[in-house]
């Protein structure tokens, strides 16, 4: 699953879309549903592309085999 953060007229933002339009597996949200902590991550690019891995045992798996 792809979270994807967008702001209105935003050339990237739109291309993103594209790449994604065949793609069930993406949540698109504006910039201003979304906490500014979160947005700080981004020093203002956009958008902002987030995958979700999973739930605990998932991060588990991912952080004890990748050290």
Not at 5 to 15: F, G, P, V, Y
Not at 46 to 59: N, R
Request: hydrophobic share 35%.
């Amino acid at each position: 699953m792809i979270l994807l953060i967008t702001k209105q007229n935003c050339l990237s933002c739109a291309r993103a879309r594209i790449l994604l339009q065949d793609h069930n597996n993406y949540i698109e949200l504006d910039r201003n549903y979304v906490s500014s902590s979160i947005l700080e991550m981004g020093n203002g690019e956009y958008p902002m592309v987030f995958t979700y891995s999973g739930g605990y045992q998932e991060l588990e798996k991912h952080i004890l085999h990748s050290q």
